[in-house]
């Protein structure tokens, strides 16, 4: 199987900046997408970013702009760099992967989910 690890949620005031980890361990494969969705009190959950093996990205419009997205596939690795910090970011961020397995010659994928990190923007 195969886990995510996150890190660097925290509290920021309003403009500041967080950056967020997320390492994928594991018998992988290959790494098919990796992003984070994130959810807060009474609000749907949302895609935020997500990016491809390739580098090909996606965000939310809430976010385009202030966020960017990376990756270093060598160490199974993605990182979210988020600016200009507003209180409407405040929310539980979940690092997701969608991991491809080889199996007997065989490959399947199955979604991994994070932990969560709290990110708290303070007005």
């Known amino acids: 199987q195969a886990q995510l690890e996150e890190s660097g949620g925290g509290l920021v005031q309003a403009g500041g900046s967080l950056r967020l980890s997320c390492v994928a361990s594991g018998s992988i494969f290959s790494i098919k997408v990796m992003g984070w969705y994130r959810q807060a009190p009474g609000k749907q959950r949302e895609l935020v970013a997500g990016?491809?093996?390739?580098?090909?990205?996606k965000y939310a419009d809430s976010v385009k702009g202030r966020f960017t997205i990376s990756r270093d596939n060598a160490k199974n690795t993605v990182y979210l760099q988020m600016n200009s910090l507003k209180p409407e970011d405040t929310a539980v961020y979940y690092c997701?992967?969608?991991?491809?397995?080889?199996?007997?010659?065989?490959?399947?994928?199955?979604?991994?989910w994070g932990q969560g990190t709290q990110v708290t923007v303070s007005s």
């Open positions: 990016i491809t093996s390739g580098g090909s990205t």
């Open positions: 997701y992967a969608d991991l491809t397995f080889d199996s007997g010659g065989y490959a399947y994928t199955s979604r991994y």
